[in-house]
């Protein structure tokens, strides 16, 4: 998974956008082929349908629903870095706890931003999300379990978001 992943996510919602009348209602099968885009269909699935808009959305509400959840989880994200960096005494650790705090405080207006550009409806300039991963990537490479086990579903999320 990678930015490649968010990437052809993006292109995909733009063109299914411009594909699927804006009005219809998104089905399970319309769901299931925007999930089969990503790594984990069924982290997809399972995020988008928590979001009980989900049924009654459309396509550029979909998108809208999708970077709301990812930015919520990328939210709960930082504050459970900071609360493990603050409670952390590991030197080498509370560095690498440290960092994934300023990646993730950097992956708060990419979010910000591609949500603005679906409410703008402007989906073929929506990019944020793949430096967001690319961000939240960065995180996981200190290769400590700890860390990768807190960013894992924020890696997942941002996927689906893009998915």
């Known amino acids: 998974m990678g930015s490649y992943t968010l990437t052809v996510f993006a292109l995909f919602l733009s063109v299914a ?6 009005s219809l209602q998104i089905s399970y099968e319309i769901l299931g082929k925007v999930c089969s885009k ?7 699935l399972r995020l988008l349908e928590s979001d009980p808009r989900t049924r ?17 989880r990328a939210q709960a994200t930082l504050q459970t ?11 080498s650790l509370k560095r690498s706890l440290g960092r994934c705090v300023t990646e993730y405080k950097n992956i708060q207006p990419k979010i ?12 073929k300039k929506i990019t944020q999300l793949a430096k967001a991963w690319d961000l939240a990537n960065t995180c996981t490479s200190t290769n400590s379990i700890l860390i ?13 978001a893009n998915g």
């Open 112 to 123: 910000e931003m591609a949500y603005q550009l679906s409410q703008q409806k402007k989906y």
């Open 81 to 91: 870095f900071i609360e493990f960096s603050k409670n952390h005494t590991n030197p």
């Open 38 to 44: 990503v790594e984990d269909k069924d982290f997809c």
């Open 56 to 72: 009654s959305a459309d396509l550029p509400k979909l998108s809208l629903i999708s970077i709301e959840l990812t930015k919520n």
């Open 148 to 160: 990768n086990k807190i960013s894992h579903p924020m890696l997942l999320t941002l996927d689906a």
């Open 17 to 22: 956008a411009l594909i699927i009348h804006p």
